[in-house]
Nanobody, 128 residues
Framework: QVQLVESGGGSVQAGGSLRLSCAAS????????MAWFRQAPGKEREGVAS????????????YYADSVKNRFTISRHTANNTLYLEMNSLKPEDTALYYC?????????????????WGQGTQVTVVS
């Protein structure tokens, strides 16, 4: 059993920035696949970004949804296994509950159902 905890959400005005963080209950655990999802009221949960790394480097890479490409950056801190989502130029349509998720399999734009571990979500609200 692994617990993921998101933080960094909040309310910002359009055009602003936020950095979300996701930490595992055991910092020594290094997932190969980590991703951010978001869900707005009345909408389906959607993948925002994912990052894969397994020490092989041949398949390492990141994915971004078209809606956030060039505005969001997914990264991970090697030392403490913390996942980040840097969000810039935020828009009202980015408003959602953001979840981090992790798995041990290869991933590139993984479906939500493929993820093994989830955080409880952190709310991001962008106002105009």
């Amino acid at each position: 059993q692994v617990q993921l905890v998101e933080s960094g959400g909040g309310s910002v005005q359009a055009g602003g920035s936020l950095r979300l963080s996701c930490a595992a209950s055991r910092s020594s655990i290094r997932f190969t696949c980590m991703a951010w999802f978001r869900q707005a009221p009345g909408k389906e949960r959607e993948g925002v970004a994912s990052i894969y790394s397994d020490g092989d480097y041949t398949r390492d890479g990141t994915y971004y949804a078209d809606s956030v490409k060039n505005r969001f950056t997914i990264s991970r801190h090697t030392a403490n296994n913390t996942l980040y989502l840097e969000m810039n130029s935020l828009k009202p349509e980015d408003t959602a509950l953001y979840y981090c998720a992790a798995a041990w399999d290869y991933c590139y734009n993984p479906p939500a159902r493929s993820m093994s571990y989830w955080g409880q979500g952190t709310q991001v609200t962008v106002v105009s």
